[in-house]
């Protein structure tokens, strides 16, 4: 019965009607890391931006450093502030999902972001990225703009259902371009890992023209392996996330970074309107929303570059 | 470039402030019958409030009566209008799908809803219902809440895809149930054939504890077959979309239709909300959005009844 809050709330209207605002919690992992700090910030941003234009809406926004803290900080957003829906980011799939299902079940509106629970079917909302098109994106720009026999390097993630999904989609776009993927390893989404996998690529090829680095940081650390090697013009670097030193990059025609592939942190946003339109009975939102990923370049950079988000 | 309509309305502010506002063109079929009728309530009801609050938003609503009338509102649009975004459903997707994509080509930004174009890849939002969902939900209710060995007829839409989706939605949630469906002809949609169709599943079963009608429509005619029969009160009936007068059965706690599901014409609504929030920038909403059905009960029907909504 997801829309009993609802009811609930109207028919408390009937009664008394200062009662009648939503509220709305919001939890999040703390701002530990580049992309997470970005998802404080549009989180922070959005809540600001619909209290403002909405005084029937109240929010609750909580960031936590792990999954026993997120679960304390839900148990409390019911008890202490009765929610009327709940957007999560869970920490961790396992341990949130039987507290999630709880709150579920007693008639808040749940919204997960980005990480699956453990068990379909508990939330009424689910908002994620699209790995298949973060991959097929970067893919497609180099099939399109890259020469037949073009020799790319690829670092991917860590290993996972994640980076399989978002390499089976590079793959897919690449596939009768001609281009030659000389090595694909795991570069783990980490900067100083991508760094030395990065010299390691360019001990062995003597020639690369382009590096598919499956995340932002990535790619911070490629190209800084590049620039150390001297090789710095011979290639371009494709990364992806959005990460603001790269959008900057692509904004200010770095002919090495033409483009970045996005997987936005504003997903958050995307989470919290919804859930408020659905809150306020503006328009139905249960269901599952994938967001694919847009081609960043310089026309559009301006777009997803955000001066005081931290990433 | 999805978002180079953005770019451009934010190079032209630089110079001419006055010129900010966005304009979002909505192109919906005419509202000749009863979901469609509604299709328009919510259209028009949702204009008006994203107008009033927004007053950088700009609307352009176009109700059409076939495909060719269609296109040349929308290249109308286009032409006359210079329009940001498109909101479209199309009246058919074969001849549509080639305009569409054209009006994409030249950097406005495109929603599709529900019936979807016969090429992939045009629009950057698709917003659509959940036909597996239709089925399942209410397939689910008749597993929860019929006993071991009830007996079942249903009535199906007119042989298609989105049939057999709901189908095999409702007859997974079934399985294991241990009830016995009866009878599964095509009542088409359409109220006067799932008369006729009533008719002979109530000369052939003597016990018949459910009808599901895969649409309001059909319910109506069901429910009016049964009644001239003598036989209300022998069974429930359970429909679906989410029609005003079947929405107020349950709301008045009519026994013989305790629940409805929907397929919500609201669902314009969402990709209209979706859009103005893409287009000023709020958050990110290129992907695909699929909404659940959900389960109108006595509980939440005041959620799902719109006063002035024709349908």
Same mark, same amino acid.
């Given at each position: 019965?997801?829309?009993? +809050?609802?009811?609930?709330?109207?028919?408390?209207?009937?009664? /008394?009607?200062?009662?009648? /605002?939503?509220?709305?919690?919001?939890?999040?992992?703390?701002?530990?890391?580049?992309?997470?700090?970005?998802?404080?910030?549009? /989180?922070? &941003?959005? $809540?600001?931006?619909?209290?403002?234009?909405?005084?029937?809406?109240?929010? @609750?926004?909580?960031?936590?450093?792990?999954?026993?803290?997120?679960?304390?900080?839900?148990?409390?957003? =019911?008890?202490?502030?009765?929610?009327?829906?709940?957007?999560?980011?869970?920490?961790?799939?396992?341990?949130?999902? /039987?507290? $999630?299902? &709880?709150?579920?079940?007693?008639?808040?509106?749940?919204? =997960?972001?980005?990480?699956?629970?453990?068990?379909?079917?508990?939330?009424? +909302?689910?908002?994620?990225?699209?790995?298949?098109?973060?991959? &097929?994106?970067?893919?497609?720009?180099?099939?399109?703009?890259?020469?037949?026999?073009?020799? =790319?390097?690829?670092?991917?993630?860590?290993?996972?259902? @994640?980076?399989?999904?978002? @390499?089976?989609?590079?793959?897919?776009?690449?596939?009768?371009?001609?281009?030659? @993927?000389?090595?694909?390893?795991?570069?783990?989404?980490?900067?100083?890992?991508?760094?030395?996998?990065?010299?390691?690529?360019?001990?062995?090829?003597?020639?690369?023209?382009?590096?598919?680095?499956?995340?932002?940081?990535?790619?911070?650390?490629?190209?800084?392996?590049?620039?150390?090697?001297? &090789?710095?013009?011979?290639? $371009?670097?494709?990364?992806?996330?959005?990460?603001?030193?790269?959008?900057?990059?692509?904004?200010?025609?770095?002919?090495?970074?033409?483009?970045?592939?996005?997987?936005?942190?504003?997903?958050?946003?995307?989470?919290?309107?919804?859930?408020?339109?659905?809150?306020?009975?503006?328009?139905?939102?249960?269901?599952?929303?994938?967001?694919?990923?847009?081609?960043?370049?310089?026309?559009?950079?301006?777009?997803?570059?955000?001066?005081?988000?931290?990433?």
């Amino acid at each position: 019965m997801h829309k009993t +809050l609802i009811t609930a709330t109207a028919l408390t209207g009937l009664f /008394a009607s200062p009662l009648l /605002a939503e509220t709305i919690g919001v939890s999040i992992p703390a701002a530990t890391h580049g992309w997470a700090g970005a998802l404080n910030y549009h /989180a922070e &941003r959005t $809540i600001e931006r619909l209290e403002a234009a909405n005084p029937d809406l109240d929010f @609750v926004l909580t960031t936590t450093s792990g999954p026993s803290q997120q679960v304390s900080d839900i148990e409390d957003m =019911v008890a202490t502030r009765n929610i009327d829906a709940l957007v999560v980011l869970p920490f961790e799939s396992e341990p949130l999902t /039987a507290p $999630i299902q &709880r709150v579920a079940d007693g008639g808040v509106w749940v919204t =997960v972001v980005d990480r699956g629970l453990a068990q379909e079917g508990i939330e009424d +909302l689910y908002v994620a990225g699209d790995n298949d098109s973060f991959g &097929r994106t970067a893919g497609t720009y180099f099939a399109e703009n890259l020469d037949d026999g073009a020799k =790319v390097v690829v670092m991917r993630g860590i290993a996972s259902e @994640v980076d399989n999904e978002r @390499v089976a989609g590079f793959e897919a776009a690449l596939e009768g371009s001609g281009i030659e @993927v000389l090595a694909m390893d795991h570069g783990n989404w980490n900067r100083d890992t991508a760094f030395g996998l990065m010299q390691d690529y360019l001990s062995r090829f003597p020639e690369i023209d382009a590096v598919w680095a499956a995340d932002d940081d990535m790619a911070v650390g490629a190209l800084a392996a590049i620039e150390q090697a001297g &090789r710095t013009g011979e290639m $371009i670097v494709v990364g992806g996330a959005g990460m603001k030193e790269m959008v900057a990059r692509i904004r200010d025609n770095d002919t090495t970074v033409p483009v970045d592939v996005t997987y936005p942190p504003a997903m958050i946003s995307t989470a919290i309107e919804m859930t408020a339109l659905g809150v306020s009975g503006a328009a139905p939102v249960s269901g599952e929303f994938i967001i694919a990923s847009e081609l960043i370049t310089a026309d559009n950079a301006e777009d997803f570059y955000f001066e005081d988000s931290p990433y």
